[in-house]
């Protein structure tokens, strides 16, 4: 194949040099395309961009395949721990059991939050979104580690990613614990980090928490599903924001912001609150996905459809296998589950939602399991964000250490011309 690309205009013609992927992906490198041609491209939401090199997730949304750091997500999800991924997605290699067990330890001994941090969460009303109430918390959490990273120190990226993925479960449990009314538990650094992380979230005040290990199996499952997806809306985000050399914190704040809008990881209560209208409107789901073909209908079928899943999202197909294995496991029967499974098949089969290729997505079942697990609707961006956290991390991380120019997108301007007072 040429390693360049011609590109004709009048009676100019611009050679452009080809970037080619591990995975044979291809890109024409217009690093230059301006300045040599006065020309920009044009594409609004970056569908056809590449924004980075990048060597951290491979997704192939044609094949529904999703790698982090070229492991198959479904080898990832049946076999290592949350905390394994994470290691995996920042540092490159799963760690062996002494790196685990170091990190492990680093990060229980840093599962700690500077009291007056308590008194910002006290100051949120008590109907503050949780998501609002997360990125605010993750913010203020600078005021504590104020220097941005020197990322070219690997001590002090270190210690910063400690932190950060010591503390966040902190926040989640806090956040969880504020929206219920509920006292707040302190970190129990003799639990693993996703035991721990359950505890925080659901022991009662007084008793002596026991895990059961159908839920942490399943917090743990969801937790390495969400962990990475390359440049998705708030992954971009982080990016950019760390583009201008804004701390890690600041741009991870910035990311959960991003996460929190209904066509991207708040999709996830945008699921759970679409089905139970359905069920509310006595499970007629024909009703909902015409309604969702309708143009000059506003409905979208939420959990359907991504950017770049032209095919079924694959860590779909385990979420909704892992659905059925909780609610079996903990006895529970949720209409909800079945007017999922309803919807899922009518649309998989009518030619609307085949001709555009739209298939269940990350979001469509985790709700599901969220729900199993006594986590409240509108915790669910938040479990969607502790999840996303260590691949924010990579991301940045990758960005900074590869000298990346500040983020700054040009336009095609559409207003007025020159005109006087
Ligand atoms: C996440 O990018 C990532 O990687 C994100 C994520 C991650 O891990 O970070 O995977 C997590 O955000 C998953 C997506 C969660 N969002 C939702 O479930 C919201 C519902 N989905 C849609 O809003 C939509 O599918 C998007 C936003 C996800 C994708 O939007 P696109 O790529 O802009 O879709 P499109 O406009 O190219 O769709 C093509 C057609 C259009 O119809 P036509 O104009 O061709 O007639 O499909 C239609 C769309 O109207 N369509 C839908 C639909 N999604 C697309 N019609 C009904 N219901 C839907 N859900």
Request: hydrophobic share 35%; charged share 25%; net charge neutral.
């Amino acid at each position: 194949m040429n390693d360049k690309i011609k590109i004709s205009l009048g009676n100019e013609s611009h050679e452009f040099p080809l970037v080619k992927g591990t995975e044979n992906e291809v890109g024409i490198d217009i690093k230059d395309l301006r300045s040599r041609t006065g020309l920009i491209t044009f594409d609004p939401g970056y569908k056809n961009t590449g924004s980075c090199l990048s060597d951290i997730t491979y997704l192939d949304g044609e094949k529904g395949i999703l790698r982090y750091r070229g492991y198959s997500i479904d080898d990832l999800a049946n076999n290592v721990t949350f905390l394994e991924v994470a290691y995996l997605l920042i540092w490159g290699e799963l760690p062996n059991e002494k790196e685990l067990s170091n990190v492990s330890n680093e990060i229980q001994e840093s599962s700690s939050i500077d009291k007056d941090l308590e008194c910002i969460l006290k100051s949120f009303p008590s109907k503050a979104h949780p998501m609002g109430i997360l990125c605010s918390l993750t913010s203020a959490l600078i005021a504590f580690n104020p220097s941005s990273v020197d990322v070219s120190s690997k001590e002090k990226m270190f210690r910063a990613t400690i932190e950060l993925m010591a503390k966040f479960p902190i926040l989640v449990s806090w956040v969880h614990r504020k929206v219920n009314g509920l006292p707040i538990n302190k970190s129990n650094s003799k639990l693993s980090y996703t035991e721990n992380l359950a505890q925080m979230m659901f022991k009662s005040s007084g008793d002596n928490y026991q895990s059961n290990p159908i839920i942490i199996n399943a917090l743990d499952k969801l937790l390495i599903l969400h962990a990475d997806h390359e440049q998705n809306c708030s992954t971009s985000t982080v990016r950019i924001v760390g583009s201008s050399r804004a701390g890690m914190y600041a741009s991870i704040s910035a990311g959960i912001s991003a996460l929190w809008g209904p066509l991207h990881g708040g999709a996830n209560q945008a699921v759970i609150e679409m089905l139970e209208k359905i069920k509310a409107d006595g499970g007629n789901t024909k009703k909902y996905l015409e309604k969702a073909k309708d143009k000059e209908d506003a409905f979208r079928l939420m959990g359907f459809g991504h950017r770049v899943y032209k095919n079924f999202d694959p860590r779909a197909k385990i979420i909704k296998k892992t659905a059925d294995e909780v609610l079996t496991k903990l006895g529970i029967n949720d209409p909800v589950l079945d007017i999922a499974k309803g919807l899922e098949e009518e649309a998989l089969n009518d030619p609307y939602f085949i001709e555009r290729k739209l298939y269940p997505n990350v979001d469509f079942y985790s709700c599901i399991i969220y729900r199993a697990l006594g986590i409240p609707t509108e915790m669910f961006t938040v479990m969607f964000a502790l999840g996303r956290v260590p691949g924010w991390i990579a991301q940045w991380k990758e960005m900074r250490l590869n000298k990346e120019p500040i983020g700054r997108p040009r336009q095609i301007y559409k207003g007025y011309n020159s005109r006087s007072l």
